[in-house]
């Protein structure tokens, strides 16, 4: 599905078993792309329903902390939007080995 906001194209990949953070992104480069970053309250509606919000636990997006307080977009943009920040840290979903963000449904 294309974002008319930013016309970039997007795709939504519901793995059987739970998967890592950096399994989720490696799946995404195999196609020349990155988990989705979000922009706006606009791109994050769009990404919700893409998802089908509410079917899953949670969803991996393209949010990392490389350092203390240090975030940035595996697409290499930079955070700026924060809503959509409802879980983050090491350890859960237990799939993840850092700081990563998920949109969360729980």
């Known amino acids: 599905m294309t974002f008319s906001g930013t016309g970039f194209e997007y795709k939504f990949y519901c793995d059987q078993g739970k998967i890592s953070f950096e399994e989720a992104e490696r799946r995404c480069q195999r196609y020349k792309a990155h988990l989705v970053s979000i922009h706006s309250e606009e791109e994050n509606r769009f990404v919700l329903n893409l998802i089908d919000y509410g079917q899953l636990d949670y969803t991996w997006i393209g949010l990392i902390q490389e350092r203390f307080n240090d975030w940035s977009w595996t697409d290499g943009s930079n ?24 949109v969360s449904f729980l």
Request: glycine content about 8%.
């Open 79 to 102: 955070p700026r939007y924060e809503k959509f920040y409802t879980f983050v840290g090491m350890g859960f979903p237990k799939y993840n080995t850092r700081a990563c963000v998920t």
